[in-house]
């Protein structure tokens, strides 16, 4: 029996060794020492403090900034729940967006769909658009729209609430990516957003364009991917070259 057995051992701790331990310790070094940025996460340091990578998106709301791609990793932009909202493009809820009620009994956004995505997007940056029913009635007691009441709208069935935008959006600029956590969006999204950053910063629109064309990469070697902005790069840049008043 122990002439079975013991073969069968030798080979499993000889690759737990070789698999389990030299490998990784090989390729972790061979990362260090070739790709060391790369290895660690590709992050971005400011005066000595850690406050991004490069490869991992994060919220930025504020109107100075540059915002990414909206995110359904988690509750936006967590890395230990990368994940898409995994919805067709046929489904309701990915459209119109739910709502649902919460421990204290109130009514409160499940999911904000694309609809919801297009009038914010539009009022931050000031896209003309046409409304079957003027957007002062979705308002709350502060002023601020009111997204549950949007949401309901965008899903009544007898009238449902009609949006229109007259002006092209950028698909990047209402829908998240597959990992929640894209730190990119496109050209045309970010020059769209200019007007908005620039106003906030009190700089010109070319002044903020010029930035988005500095920080505009091309397909990797010229074929693969898309041109694209990296959010937080950019958002530094602004942060350096044009401080916030």
Same mark, same amino acid.
């Given at each position: 029996?122990?002439?079975?057995?013991?073969?069968g051992?030798r080979?499993?701790?000889?690759?737990?060794?070789?698999?389990?331990?030299?490998?990784?310790?090989?390729m972790?070094?061979?990362?260090q020492?070739i790709?060391?940025k790369q290895?660690?996460?590709?992050?971005?340091?400011?005066?000595? %403090?850690v406050i991004?990578?490069?490869?991992?998106?994060q919220?930025?709301?504020?109107?100075?900034?540059?915002h990414p791609?909206?995110?359904?990793?988690?509750?936006g932009?967590?890395p230990?729940?990368?994940s898409?909202s995994?919805?067709?493009?046929?489904?309701?809820?990915?459209?119109?967006?739910?709502?649902k009620?919460?421990?204290?009994?109130?009514?409160?956004?499940?999911?904000?769909?694309?609809?919801?995505r297009?009038?914010?997007?539009?009022?931050?940056?000031?896209?003309?658009?046409?409304s079957s029913?003027p957007?002062?009635?979705?308002?709350?007691?502060?002023?601020?729209?009111?997204?549950?009441?949007?949401i309901?709208?965008?899903?009544?069935? %007898?009238?449902?609430l009609?949006?229109?935008?007259?002006?092209?959006?950028?698909?990047?600029?209402?829908? *998240?990516?597959?990992?929640?956590?894209? &730190?990119?969006?496109?050209?045309?999204?970010?020059?769209?957003?200019? *007007?908005?950053?620039?106003?906030?910063?009190?700089?010109?629109?070319?002044q903020?364009?010029q930035?988005?064309?500095?920080?505009?990469d091309?397909p990797?070697?010229?074929?693969?991917?898309? &041109?694209?902005?990296?959010?937080?790069?950019?958002?530094?840049?602004l942060?350096?070259?044009?401080?916030?008043?």
């Open positions: 029996m122990w002439e079975q057995i013991l073969p051992l080979i499993k701790i000889f690759m737990t060794i070789v698999l389990g331990v030299v490998y990784p310790l090989a972790t070094g061979i990362s020492l790709f060391p290895a660690n996460g590709s992050l971005i340091t400011q005066n000595g %403090k991004g990578s490069e490869i991992i998106g919220s930025f709301t504020k109107p100075e900034y540059f791609r909206p995110s359904s990793a988690g509750s932009y967590d230990t729940a990368s898409g995994n919805l067709g493009p046929t489904s309701a809820k990915l459209v119109r967006g739910t709502t009620t919460d421990d204290k009994k109130n009514e409160v956004v499940d999911y904000d769909g694309i609809s919801l297009v009038v914010h997007f539009c009022l931050e940056n000031g896209i003309p658009y046409e029913v957007l002062d009635r979705f308002k709350n007691a502060t002023g601020d729209l009111d997204d549950v009441k949007l309901k709208a965008f899903n009544d069935d %007898k009238a449902p009609v949006f229109t935008p007259k002006a092209s959006i950028p698909a990047d600029a209402v829908t *998240a990516s597959s990992s929640g956590l894209d &730190p990119h969006i496109s050209p045309a999204s970010a020059q769209i957003q200019a *007007a908005r950053v620039a106003k906030a910063r009190g700089i010109s629109v070319d903020a364009n930035l988005v064309a500095r920080f505009t091309n990797d070697l010229g074929l693969l991917g898309e &041109p694209r902005v990296n959010v937080l790069k950019l958002n530094l840049a942060d350096q070259q044009f401080p916030r008043k």
